[in-house]
């Protein structure tokens, strides 16, 4: 079982900035993506960023060159600084992790519960 864990969601004015944290732990062998999506109400899930641990990086276009994903290997741990935020940023993010457990089972995609980023004045 993977077990993701975010941080760093919150209320923030427009233009202002947040960073998200997300932590992987569990009985995993490797991870090959980890990243963020997020959903807004009446909206679908939407890819905002994802990062492998060799650093290839993938962006929505909606996040321009707002926001930029990193990670740490060794922490299991990806980012996600956000900046200029808009309004239209309103959602809430979930963290995402393809990964391979170390009992050898199939790769699986595992979620966080989500964290709320609230963008108003």
């Known amino acids: 079982q993977v077990q993701l864990v975010e941080s760093g969601g919150g209320l923030v004015q427009p233009g202002g900035s947040l960073r998200l944290s997300c932590v992987a732990s569990?009985?995993?062998?490797?991870?090959?993506?980890m990243g963020w999506f997020r959903q807004a109400p009446g909206n679908q899930r939407e890819l905002v960023a994802t990062i492998s641990p060799t650093g290839t990086t993938n962006y929505a276009d909606s996040v321009g060159g707002r926001f930029t994903i990193s990670g740490d290997n060794a922490k299991n741990t990806v980012y996600l600084q956000m900046n200029s935020l808009k309004p239209d940023d309103m959602a809430l993010y979930y963290c995402?992790?393809?990964?391979?457990?170390?009992?050898?089972?199939?790769?699986?995609?595992?979620w966080g519960q989500g964290t709320q980023v609230i963008v108003s004045s």
């Open positions: 569990g009985s995993i062998f490797r991870i090959y993506n």
């Open positions: 995402y992790c393809l990964a391979q457990l170390a009992s050898g089972r199939p790769l699986s995609n595992y």
